[in-house]
């Protein structure tokens, strides 16, 4: 057999490396995360504020200022509940003063109730929203970032997944994979400054007849979604 090159070697161990992030996640479906209270502990903190809904005070019809008393819509459209949590996780701002658990808070409020699936939710969203002191360094330049989604579908081999899961997913689970560009815009040096990157990822989420409404389940790792 000849001898295989670093780049040979190294396309091999993404290759890998891929399936087995998708049959972690996948298994993390099936079965739950197992025996995690610290970060079940920390989603139950997380509650948004009566009398919101889709991000507007009910009683005045104004924007809440509060990213984290912005709730996702009710719906039992996995579609239109996975495009809701993309823009959750990616329409922030630096400059208002709030934190990234702000941002996040929505979507934690939004998880799975049974807690099953919520522990590796927390550590889904984690790669998805910079750290605290990334943060803060990106306020330092009034940081800014929006979504621009191009597609939200069910991806080809969902069908094949659910076939293969042999009934163990909860019933009324989806994948729904998002496709679009990621906006970026701040102050460098003193002048304006932007980005936009192509983006693509899974949004994992459980609605009728598991639940009354959709709930978020997991997601997959940024720019590694189910095609």
Known sequence: MPELTRRQLALIVAAVLALLTLAV??????????????????????????????GKDNDNGVMAADPSRRTLPRTNDPIEFARAVASALFDWDTATGYLPADFEAPVLAAADPSGEETPGLIDDIGTYLPSLDQWLDLATMNVTQSLTIDSAQVPADWAS??????????????AITIT????????????????????????????????????????????????
């Open 161 to 174: 997944t659910v076939a293969q899961a042999h009934g163990e997913l909860r019933p009324g689970t989806t």
């Open 25 to 54: 996640g996948i298994y993390g479906l099936m079965t739950g995360p197992g025996d995690r209270t610290e970060p079940v502990a920390r989603a139950a903190t997380v509650a948004t504020t009566p009398g919101t809904e889709n």
């Open 180 to 227: 679009g560009r990621r906006h970026r815009n701040g102050i460098w040096n003193g002048e304006p400054a932007a980005t936009s990157l192509p983006v693509s990822f899974t949004v994992f989420v459980a609605c009728r007849p598991a639940f009354d409404r959709c709930q978020v389940l997991r997601l997959s790792q940024l720019d590694n979604p189910l095609r």
